[in-house]
């Protein structure tokens, strides 16, 4: 059986909370540059899995969890479109390009469909190229630009 057959793509239960949280501890606080605007915390995994359990999913394999899809669905006043945010995607690098992100992917992406979403968001740091390609893979497009600026309230005490 090839590694990637023995992969179970599945919705999260509480018992897997820890192992995401701490893969992602691996994944996103190594990435160079991260973000100061999304940081990956506890309490990233634990509200998201509240608000919309469906949409926090994990790649298992041999008892081990070796990837995660995590998101939420938003709603925006007076549109007709409701939005899939995918907000953290992670797969364990021993476990890269073997489709397994891809499987993910696919598996929230019919998720949120039947939730009623008519549009995909995701959004990654300019320097991710890894993650740009995979999301044009996936058919994302129009990449959009946005600078966040920080404030230093304490330079002026
Ligand atoms: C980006 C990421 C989710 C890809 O997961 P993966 O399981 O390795 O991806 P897959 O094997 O399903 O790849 C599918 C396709 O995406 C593209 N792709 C994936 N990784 C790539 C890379 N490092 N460089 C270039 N293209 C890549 C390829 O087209 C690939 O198809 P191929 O292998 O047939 O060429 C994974 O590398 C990761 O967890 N990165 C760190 C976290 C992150 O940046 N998450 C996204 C933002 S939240």
């Known amino acids: ?21 701490h893969l992602g501890e691996k994944v996103f606080t190594s990435q160079a540059a991260a973000n ?30 070796v990837g995660f899809a ?12 409701n939005y899939g945010h995918l907000l953290w995607l992670c797969i364990d690098p021993e476990y890269a390009r073997l ?10 992406r019919d998720e949120v469909a039947r939730q009623g979403v008519r549009m995909m968001l995701v959004d990654t740091q300019a320097d991710n190229k890894p993650a740009i390609d995979f999301f044009r893979c ?18 002026d005490n």
């Open 1 to 21: 059986m090839s590694v990637f057959s023995a992969i179970d793509i599945r919705t999260a239960t509480i018992d897997d909370l820890s192992a995401i949280f």
């Open 36 to 65: 100061l605007y999304r940081t990956w915390d506890e309490y990233e995994v634990t509200t998201l899995f509240n608000c919309n359990p469906e949409l926090l999913l994990v790649a298992e394999t041999e008892g081990k969890v």
């Open 99 to 108: 489709g397994i992100g891809s499987s993910l992917f696919d598996r929230f």
């Open 70 to 81: 995590l998101g939420t669905t938003i709603e925006k006043a007076r549109s007709a479109w």
């Open 138 to 155: 996936k058919g994302f497009e129009n990449p959009t630009d946005h600078v966040y600026m920080t404030l230093n309230l304490e330079k």
